[in-house]
């Protein structure tokens, strides 16, 4: 953790202390997870607050795990500031897929900072195209940009099978948020790694596409 930026650590930290209080108090984590009928109902903050909430520890460390490993490409390639408007950014772009998507199902619920990190990633990813990341199992790295489309591809799969207990389309949409934020905030990636951006935006397409043929349900 020395290494880590005092945003990275103080994020980590909020997400620690309010899961911990909703894993200790079940009305507070009724309160603020994601739900769909509340959040139709005028219950917005849980847009928000639903981010900060883990079904249990193994959920929390996994995603501050992932975190830990990619906040700082993104606050040294950007800014401190930059890094918070990604990560909420992407927090938001990922339920509101998730309401998109389930927006009749009013008994649908969800929690976690899934969105918000895979947002930092594909936010790395864009920034350190060429980054390599070691998986389990997996003996060889694997090129940033290459997981980056994997691992959406995959999302789309598991939209669409509605595979686990597993956000897929969270996860999706914070993707899409940190990379359009990402380009709107350092639009030069544009010209300095435009093959790559290209590559990265093919699962978003892909998504879209399947989404208006109605190949997604």
């Given amino acids: 953790m020395l290494n880590l930026s005092i945003v990275t650590i103080v ?8 899961s911990l209080k909703g894993f200790d108090d079940r009305s507070f984590f009724e309160r603020y997870k994601f739900n769909v009928g509340s959040i ?10 639903s981010g900060f909430l ?12 992932t975190l830990y490993f990619f906040a700082d ?5 950007l800014s401190n500031i930059y890094f ?6 992407s927090l938001i772009f990922g339920n509101l897929l998730s309401l998109y998507f389930h927006k009749d199902e009013y008994w649908y619920s969800a929690i976690g900072a899934s969105g918000a990190v895979t947002g930092i990633l594909y936010s790395a990813i864009l920034l350190r195209p060429d980054m390599s990341l070691y998986m389990f199992f997996v003996p060889i ?31 999706f949409g914070g993707a899409i948020g940190g990379y359009l934020i990402t380009l ?31 190949k997604l349900s």
Avoid: W
């Fill in 11 to 18: 994020i980590i930290a909020a997400n620690v202390v309010i």
């Fill in 40 to 49: 139709r109902r005028g219950e917005q903050i849980r847009m928000f607050s």
């Fill in 54 to 65: 883990h079904a249990d520890t193994t959920h929390l460390f996994m995603n501050m795990f």
């Fill in 73 to 77: 490409t993104v606050v040294n390639g």
């Fill in 84 to 89: 918070i408007i990604i990560y909420i950014a």
């Fill in 141 to 171: 790295p694997i090129p940033g940009y290459v997981f980056g489309i994997g691992y959406l591809l995959y999302s789309i799969y598991g939209m669409k099978n509605r595979i686990g207990n597993i956000g897929h389309d969270a996860h």
């Fill in 184 to 214: 709107i905030l350092k639009p030069s990636l544009l010209e300095t790694n435009l093959g790559y951006v290209a590559l990265l935006a093919i699962p978003i397409i892909i998504l879209f596409v399947m989404h208006k043929t109605g």
